[in-house]
C-alpha cells in the first residue's frame, strides 16, 4: 500500500483514503492468511526468545517468573469472574424462591376458600344445588355453574403443585450454586497464595540483579543490548506485515493531536528523559503512573503484532496502525490479545504491572514511525 502511495502526489493519496470508506469486515483475512501471519509472528517471538536466553543477566529466570505471574493473574480475573457471575445466579435463585413462595401462598389461600366454601354447603354439594332448582333452565344453568368451580378448583390444585415443585428446583438449583462457589472460593484461595508466593520470588530476583548489575557497572550495556533486541524484531515485523495491511476509515496520520492516553495518570518520565544517572540512555517513550491492575486501552484501531515478554520491557503489546506506525505498551501485569487480533480504539488490551523488572507499576507507552520513536505528546490530546 505505501509503495503505491509513492506513485502519486501525497494530496491524492490523502484523498483517495479519505472518500473510500473501507469496512472493518474488508480486513478479515481468510483463516488461512491469519494463520501465515501468526506463524511468522511466533517465528520472530521465538528468536526474541532466543536472545533472551543467550544473555546471562537473568532476564530468562525474569521471564519465566513475570509470565507465570501473569498467568496466576488472568487465572484470578477469571475466577473473580466466574464467583460474581454464580453470586448474581445466586440473588437471581432467591428472587425467584420467594416470587414462588409469594404464587404458593396465594394459591394455597384459594384453594382453601374454594375446600371451606365446598363444606359449608356439605358433602352433598351438587345434590343440594340440583334438588334447590325447580326451573329446568336454572337446573342446567346450575350444572354449568358447578363444572366451572369444579375446573377451577382442579386449576388451583394444579397450580399449588407446581409452585411446589419450582421451589424443589430452585432448591437444587441454590444447592450447586453454593457448591460452586465453594469450590470457586477455594481455588481463589490458593492462586492468592501462589500469586504472593510468585511476587517474593520475583522481588528477591530483582534485588539480585539490580544488585549485579550496580556491582558490574553493565546497567547501560544490558539496556542497549534489550533496545536492540526488541529493535531487530519490530524491524523484521514491519517486513512480514508489508503483506497484510492496515486500513482504517481514517489513517494514523489524521489522528495526531486526537488520540487518547491508553491509561489515565500522571507522567513520571516524558520521551527523551535519561534513564540512568549516567545520562547516556534516553527514553524512545513515556511512563505514565497507574495502579496495578488499571485497564490499558488501543489508542486507536490496529492489529496486534506482539504480545509477549521482553526484556526491559516485561509483558509488552505492540499494535501496528498502518503507513509505518507502532504503538508499543510495556510493563504490563496480564496481556488481554494474542498475535493478529484486530483491536479498535479504546479496546482493553492489557492490565498495568510492574513486569521487566520495575520497581513501581506503571505503563511504558511509545509510538514509532518507520522503527523510529516520536514523541507521543503531539499525538494525545
Known amino acids: 500500500m505505501r509503495g503505491w502511495i509513492q506513485t502519486v502526489t501525497v494530496a491524492t493519496a490523502i484523498a483517495l483514503l479519505m472518500s473510500i470508506a473501507i469496512p472493518l469486515s474488508a480486513q478479515q483475512e481468510s483463516e488461512q492468511e491469519l494463520n501465515r501471519l501468526r506463524a511468522e509472528i511466533s517465528r520472530l517471538e521465538r528468536d526474541l526468545e532466543r536472545q533472551i536466553d543467550r544473555r546471562d543477566d537473568g532476564a530468562a529466570e525474569l521471564k519465566t517468573i513475570e509470565t507465570s505471574l501473569a498467568e496466576t493473574r488472568a487465572a484470578l480475573n477469571s475466577v473473580a469472574e466466574a464467583i460474581e457471575a454464580q453470586l448474581a445466579r445466586q440473588r437471581r435463585i432467591a428472587t425467584d424462591i420467594s416470587e414462588a413462595n409469594d404464587n404458593l401462598a396465594d394459591e394455597q389461600s384459594a384453594l382453601g376458600e374454594q375446600i371451606r366454601m365446598s363444606y359449608m354447603t356439605g358433602r352433598q354439594e351438587l345434590l343440594k344445588l340440583l334438588l334447590s332448582q325447580e326451573n329446568p333452565a336454572d337446573f342446567g344453568r346450575m350444572l354449568v355453574y358447578y363444572d366451572y368451580l369444579n375446573r377451577h378448583r382442579s386449576e388451583r390444585i394444579a397450580a ?73 524484531v519490530l524491524a523484521r515485523l514491519a517486513e512480514v506485515l ?50 496495578a491492575g488499571s485497564v490499558v486501552r488501543a489508542v486507536y484501531h490496529g492489529r496486534v503484532i506482539l504480545s509477549q515478554w521482553a526484556s526491559g520491557m516485561g509483558l509488552l503489546v505492540v499494535l501496528n496502525h498502518g503507513e509505518g506506525y507502532f504503538s508499543l505498551y510495556g510493563h504490563n501485569a496480564v496481556l488481554l490479545t494474542e498475535p493478529g487480533d484486530w483491536v479498535q480504539a479504546g479496546e482493553p488490551i492489557a492490565e498495568v504491572g510492574d513486569s521487566g523488572g520495575q520497581l513501581g507499576t506503571g505503563l511504558h507507552f511509545e509510538i514509532t514511525q518507520d522503527g523510529v520513536p516520536v514523541d507521543p505528546a503531539g499525538w494525545v490530546r
Do not use: W
Request: proline share 2%.
Open 242 to 291: 508489508s503483506e497484510f495491511p492496515v486500513m482504517s476509515e481514517a489513517p494514523f496520520t489524521a489522528q495526531r493531536g486526537q488520540l487518547s492516553y491508553p491509561v489515565q495518570g500522571a507522567i513520571a518520565a516524558d520521551f527523551g528523559d535519561f534513564r540512568t544517572s549516567a545520562r547516556r540512555i534516553r527514553r524512545t517513550g513515556v511512563l505514565i503512573e497507574a495502579d
Open 160 to 232: 399449588v403443585d407446581l409452585e411446589l415443585t419450582r421451589l424443589d428446583e430452585l432448591a437444587t438449583e441454590s444447592a450447586d450454586v453454593v457448591r460452586e462457589l465453594e469450590q470457586l472460593t477455594a481455588t481463589q484461595v490458593a492462586e492468592a497464595e501462589r500469586l504472593e508466593q510468585q511476587r517474593a520470588e520475583r522481588e528477591a530476583l530483582v534485588a539480585e540483579l539490580d544488585l549485579a548489575i550496580d556491582s558490574s557497572g553493565s546497567s547501560i550495556e544490558r539496556m542497549r543490548a534489550e533496545e536492540a533486541s526488541l529493535n531487530e
